[in-house]
């Protein structure tokens, strides 16, 4: 199979286009970088002659819902039109636990992703999936003088293991939504900050913050995690952590 993915060079990105590769198929990034921009729709027919199937992990770092609703709407509108014109046959779309419990801006953003991609002409699958155990290495990246810890609890999952069954639904006929993706611990997401930032040496205070009102009651009281059975990753944050600073992930 020829399968596209867009947003192919990010933190998720790149383990789909190496598990795309590993399960013997032809992967074909979508990014700006390739000359292809979803949210003009530039580039977008010419990469996508005889693609089979399209993987969408693109992403924008905003907590915005104006700005991340605009990107995701129009970068999914585009993309399947695109899709339709050249043929493709599944749209395979990877979204987040919890966006319908826990009223983030960005997560209202990626509900109606969801939608629109559901709606869409061409035939979907939506995964859903926790924070990735690269979210806390994140968290450290940010500028500033003081590192955030959101009092959040999650059950993080190795974003290679996201990348391998999204490579895997890609070639499985589309299924709407499917059960959600979560890895094997649950965890509290301010603590996993400092052990990355102890892990690296980052020096910078780390406060644990929890949002206000409904929002943090949500994020902090399980909101964000997995509301039922369904596929669990088995690299747990430990041997990710451990993995990492060796510049040796896991898998």
């Known amino acids: 199979m020829k399968i596209a993915v867009a947003g192919g060079t990010g933190v998720v990105g790149r383990f789909v286009v190496e ?10 990034v979508l990014s700006r970088s390739t000359g292809v921009d979803l ?82 002409p061409v035939p979907a699958t939506v995964l859903r999936a926790t924070q990735f155990h690269e979210f806390a290495g994140q968290m450290l990246d940010r500028t500033g003088p003081v590192v955030i810890g959101p009092k959040m609890l999650s059950q993080p999952v190795a974003a290679r293991e996201v990348g391998q069954l999204l490579a895997d639904l890609a070639r499985r006929p589309p299924a ?49 995690l997995p509301d039922a059975d369904g596929p669990r990753g088995s690299i747990t944050f430990d041997e990710w952590l451990a993995s990492e600073n060796a510049g040796n992930p896991p898998g």
């Open 176 to 224: 709407g939504r499917v059960p959600d993706l979560a890895g094997p611990q649950q965890l509290d997401m301010s603590q996993l900050v400092r052990r990355v930032a102890k892990a690296r040496g980052v020096r910078k205070p780390i406060v644990a913050f929890r949002l206000p009102g409904k929002v943090g009651t949500a994020m902090a009281t399980g909101g964000s």
């Open 39 to 120: 949210t003009t729709g530039a580039g977008l027919d010419a990469a996508l002659a005889g693609v089979d199937a399209v993987i969408d992990v693109s992403n924008i770092e905003t907590m915005s819902r104006k700005k991340a609703t605009a990107f995701f709407e129009t970068g999914t509108r585009n993309l399947l039109a695109a899709e339709q014109r050249a043929g493709v046959g599944h749209h395979v779309l990877l979204s987040i636990v919890g966006i319908d419990r826990v009223g983030l801006g960005y997560y209202a953003a990626k509900l109606s992703q969801e939608q629109a991609a559901l709606a869409g």
């Open 19 to 28: 598990a795309v590769r590993g399960n013997g198929d032809e992967p074909v």
